[in-house]
């Protein structure tokens, strides 16, 4: 029989990754065991701030349009005052304020009060000079700045363009958003997509993204996966105990170990995620976060458990696309 509970989740809309849910949870389970049974309340109210925290990152990323214009409109305020202003540079600097788009997406945004990550754009208009000096030298930046007023069309492929390029290729921003939010590296795949999926809509119906909260499947699934692990434990280690030669769970690094027993929990508990699904995720996992022969290692055992537990009933799984032959 299972070890626990099965869990089937419905599929409710998230912007939070099946991925991010499993990276999340063996960070918080790392805490933990680094911090003793006191510290497990703890390491799981975390969990879920860790969660929600991305929401709020996301509607500040949002924000950044507005506050990049305040600083632009106050740089074109004194080439003005010049006695021989640049009217090129003029043009240039009011970028953002022909973009009525970028305008309502930040009227929307006031809606959303941030709990959770309360940083300010304010705070790091430091950055603005070297970001907009590398935004002036794009591409898409000179098409842009050809209108004089572009239309709903042209404003939101701009957006576009720029949200890819400070996420994808901006060593500035890339830095400032390390500087800014810890986890900025284990979020930003997240918040890239989400910020594609938000601006993708037609221009009159782009609006952020709905908040989550503890009913959403994957804040749910982190929780849950938090939860089995520390509760089996010791029965995770027993079932790789018997797949392992001279198992010794000292030997093995910290980051394996919980990977292997978040896959278990995954196995026995979770039969709507098919077991290739959980074998390949924490693969990629402990290849980021671990060891290079991490996954060496990690396939092997979660390859012969795979094997073992569905034959001893422990897994079990059903539907189309999540039975092993």
């Not at 499993?22 to 006191?38: E, F, M, T, W």
């Not at 349009?65 to 005052?81: A, D, F, G, R």
């Not at 921003?173 to 997240?190: H, K, P, R, S, V």
Request: charged share 25%; glycine share 4%.
């Amino acid at each position: 029989m299972p070890s626990a509970p099965f869990v089937v989740f419905l599929q409710q809309r998230s912007m939070i990754s099946r991925r991010l849910v499993r990276i999340k949870a063996l960070q918080a389970l790392y805490a933990a065991q680094q911090g003793g049974d006191s510290a497990k309340a703890q390491c799981r109210q975390g969990l879920l701030s860790s969660l929600m925290v991305t929401y709020d990152v996301y509607v500040f990323l949002l924000e950044l349009p507005h506050y990049l214009n305040e600083y632009l409109l106050s740089e074109q305020e004194i080439e003005v005052k010049k006695f021989y202003p640049d009217k090129e540079k003029i043009r240039r600097l009011g970028l953002l304020n022909n973009n009525a788009l970028a305008k309502s997406i930040y009227d929307k945004t006031l809606k959303h009060k941030r709990l959770y990550f309360m940083a300010n754009w304010s705070e790091y208009g430091d950055s603005f000079p070297t970001i907009t000096d590398w935004l002036f030298q794009q591409e898409f930046t000179t098409d842009y700045c050809v209108f004089d007023n572009p239309d709903s069309a042209q404003q939101q492929t701009f957006l576009q363009e720029f949200y890819r390029y400070l996420l994808g290729e901006c060593e500035p921003f890339y830095l400032l958003m390390q500087e800014a939010y810890g986890a900025w590296d284990d979020d930003e795949n997240t918040l890239d997509r989400e910020l594609e999926k938000t601006l993708a809509a037609s221009p009159e119906n782009i609006t952020p993204g709905i908040p989550y909260s503890n009913d959403d499947d994957e804040v749910k699934m982190a929780m849950l996966l938090f939860d089995l692990v520390m509760a089996n434990s010791e029965k995770y280690e027993e079932y790789v105990s018997t797949v392992t030669e001279n198992w010794d769970p000292g030997r093995i690094a910290i980051i394996d170990l919980l990977c292997l027993k978040l896959a278990l929990a995954e196995f026995t508990s979770f039969p709507h995620i098919p077991l290739k699904v959980t074998i390949n995720e924490y693969l990629d996992v402990v290849r980021e976060y671990s060891t290079p022969n991490s996954g060496r290692f990690l396939n092997g055992v979660l390859d012969k458990l795979r094997v073992s537990l569905a034959e001893s009933g422990i897994i079990v799984k059903s539907g189309r696309g999540l039975r092993d032959k």
